[in-house]
């Protein structure tokens, strides 16, 4: 629920397949903001919206889809989407990614809140996971742990933007700055750490 790591996407992509085959990519959750029933703020509402637009002015291909704001109940609670990507990887790997696309595409493209344990049950339905198995895996309190492990795992690692990158060989790490307009240049960017 990043709208950055949204606008990222194609771009995320796009190095996934440039990345030469010696190097894992591992993707960790971020969680953004802690779970809550309370409306968000005016004035958190206000930043959101403005950041949705200077990311469509840096990068107008980039879509959002305003009547979220009208439509839904907007919280600051990210905590449940994370879950969900959690439970979704335990039904197979492939359903992180598959899940994360099907949360951004709800949130920014069709109106539907992903802060709404209903509207991930659907989004779970709708891309062929076993609805009854996810919803237990959603529930699970092992979930909720398994969510702030990698969390803590993130912050640990100095992983405190979205989307953020971090290039380790075991012996060392380096921060890398995602460009979101051209895998190119992170790849460039690798290519020197590497070395």
Same mark, same amino acid.
């Given at each position: 629920m990043c709208s950055w790591c949204w606008a990222f996407r194609p771009v995320l992509i796009e190095l996934k397949h440039k990345l030469p085959k010696n190097i894992e990519f591992i993707r960790l959750l971020g969680g953004l903001a802690v779970e809550s029933d309370a409306p968000m703020p005016e004035k958190t509402k206000q930043y959101v919206v403005d950041n949705w637009r200077r990311i469509q002015q840096q990068l107008p291909e980039t879509k959002f889809? *305003?009547?979220f704001w009208t439509m839904c109940k907007p919280r600051r609670s990210t905590y449940p989407a994370c879950r969900a990507v959690i439970a979704a990887r335990r039904q197979g790997l492939k359903y992180d990614e598959i899940?994360?696309?099907?949360?951004?595409?709800? *949130? *920014? &493209?069709?109106?539907?809140?992903?802060?709404d344990n209903e509207t991930l049950i659907e989004l779970a339905?709708?891309?062929?996971?076993d609805t009854k198995k996810f919803n237990q895996d959603f529930q699970d309190k092992d979930v909720n742990k398994? &969510?702030?492990?990698? &969390?803590n795992l993130a912050r640990s690692l100095q992983l405190n933007s979205f989307p953020g990158f971090l290039l380790s060989n075991g012996e060392c790490e380096v921060h890398i700055n995602p460009d979101y307009q051209?895998?190119?240049i992170i790849l460039e960017k690798i290519q020197q750490a590497v070395l």
């Amino acid at each position: 629920m990043c709208s950055w790591c949204w606008a990222f996407r194609p771009v995320l992509i796009e190095l996934k397949h440039k990345l030469p085959k010696n190097i894992e990519f591992i993707r960790l959750l971020g969680g953004l903001a802690v779970e809550s029933d309370a409306p968000m703020p005016e004035k958190t509402k206000q930043y959101v919206v403005d950041n949705w637009r200077r990311i469509q002015q840096q990068l107008p291909e980039t879509k959002f889809n *305003y009547d979220f704001w009208t439509m839904c109940k907007p919280r600051r609670s990210t905590y449940p989407a994370c879950r969900a990507v959690i439970a979704a990887r335990r039904q197979g790997l492939k359903y992180d990614e598959i899940m994360t696309h099907a949360i951004q595409q709800a *949130y *920014y &493209l069709q109106a539907r809140n992903p802060s709404d344990n209903e509207t991930l049950i659907e989004l779970a339905h709708e891309i062929g996971l076993d609805t009854k198995k996810f919803n237990q895996d959603f529930q699970d309190k092992d979930v909720n742990k398994e &969510l702030i492990q990698e &969390l803590n795992l993130a912050r640990s690692l100095q992983l405190n933007s979205f989307p953020g990158f971090l290039l380790s060989n075991g012996e060392c790490e380096v921060h890398i700055n995602p460009d979101y307009q051209q895998a190119d240049i992170i790849l460039e960017k690798i290519q020197q750490a590497v070395l």
